[in-house]
């Protein structure tokens, strides 16, 4: 056993090998940048680490699709504006001829830059790093850890091409009595935790709710602290809602949605009063899921709905436990359409899952219960 390597990912819904390698068998990386210095300091991040090997530098997005097809790595690094081809068509061109993980590298101060760099994620790109500025930059070794952790962690991810879904309003079960039971109580509340894959899926989802949408919906989504007011941005550009990064001291207003800032844990308080918590990560993440469930099962018991969607690792899961056990209904979205299926099996295995879902399933829910809320307004 000592001479083979194990890579643990995520996937099926168990830690399991996805496959297995002896000991050099590195993990064959592909950077695609225009810039000839962003490929060197890539290079330069990876050069002394011993499980993974640069196979080949693309410099636009024509030749990575080339060079994916000829080299066949495991991983990708990909720039976002590139000559010839950007990132975004070289993402949908890889994944619908070899789909491989890309993790898109990307400026977190360029509208253009995040933007393209979120349409790359909801294509099937499974996340974006910050682009490092230089090789004596102060962020050198934050994003250094950043690129290794990713690498690591997504390059052995199954990857699954998103097509354009064409959401149903039917697809969920029939109406159980604990399901009438939730629509006879006020839902004040929606929480939602997602990782790897979420932004996609949040995206499928909001888009479909209402502008006059009657319930405040939080959501704790994994992404580094620079892209949080990008994802913001983004997901406010394509949904009815208002979208926004959260602040302490702000109020929860029916059909806003607040995106956790970077950094932090948010949590909510009493009457509705959003609260910015700097306690360590809790399953490495701040903010994490669980923090903001455990929060909002104590402020409003019973009367919210809890959804954890696609993502790697377990966050989220123990406080569905307590909300839960306060009441609260709670969702998580089906393996088949889960970029990574970590996440809400956590919360499947703990016995704490009303429904699971797919993301149209989960419209279908959410537009059932908003013309419950304004029912129950309307008879006021």
């Keep these: 056993m ?62 990575a699709v080339q060079m994916t097809l000829r080299l066949q790595p495991d991983i990708i690094t990909m720039d976002i504006r590139m000559p010839q081809m ?19 590298v990307a400026s977190s101060v360029y509208s253009t ?11 099937g790109a499974l996340t974006v790093i910050e ?42 079960g029939p109406m159980t009595a604990m399901l009438q039971a939730m629509f006879d109580r006020p839902i004040q509340l929606i929480a939602i935790g997602a990782s790897t894959g979420g932004p996609a899926v949040l995206k499928e989802i909001l888009q479909e709710l209402p ?28 949904i009815r809602l208002p979208v926004s990064v959260g ?26 009063v959003l609260r910015m918590e700097y306690s360590p990560p809790i399953e490495g993440q701040r903010p994490s899921a669980t923090r ?37 209904h709670i969702i998580a979205q089906n393996q088949a359409s889960c970029t990574v299926y970590g996440m809400p099996k956590a919360a499947v295995d703990r016995g704490v899952v009303h429904e699971v879902l797919a993301p149209d399933g989960i419209v279908t829910r959410l537009l059932k219960l908003n013309q419950h809320v304004q029912s129950i307004s309307f008879r006021r």
């Design 292 to 328: 903001l469930f455990q929060s909002v099962a104590r402020v409003f018991g019973s009367d919210v709905v809890g959804i954890i969607l696609t993502g790697m690792g377990e966050d989220g899961a123990d406080g569905l436990v307590e909300l839960s056990k306060a009441g609260a």
């Design 86 to 104: 950007d990132g975004l068509e070289a993402t949908r061109r890889i994944l619908s001829v070899r789909p491989t993980p890309i993790i898109v």
């Design 113 to 123: 830059d995040y933007n393209i760099a979120f349409n790359a994620l909801e294509a």
């Design 131 to 172: 682009k490092p500025k230089g090789l004596l930059s102060q962020d050198y070794e934050n994003v250094r850890e950043q690129l290794v952790t990713a690498v690591r962690t997504l390059a052995g991810v199954t990857v699954i091409p998103r097509r354009e879904s064409k959401l149903a309003t039917s697809r969920v």
């Design 211 to 238: 502008k006059d949408f009657a319930i405040p919906i939080v959501i704790v989504q994994h992404v580094l602290a620079a892209f949080v007011p990008g994802l913001a941005d983004w997901l406010g550009h394509n």
């Design 2 to 63: 000592k001479d083979e390597l194990f890579y643990m990912v995520i996937n099926s819904g168990t830690t399991s090998p996805l496959f297995l390698r002896d000991a050099n068998r590195r993990i064959r990386l592909l950077i695609v940048d225009d810039s000839p210095l962003i490929r060197t300091i890539l290079t330069a991040m990876l050069a002394d680490v011993p499980d993974i090997q640069i196979v080949g530098q693309a410099t636009d997005g024509q030749e």
């Design 247 to 272: 602040y302490d001291g702000e109020q929860l207003r029916p059909g806003k949605v607040v995106i956790a800032p970077g950094n932090c844990h948010l949590i909510v308080t009493p009457g509705g």
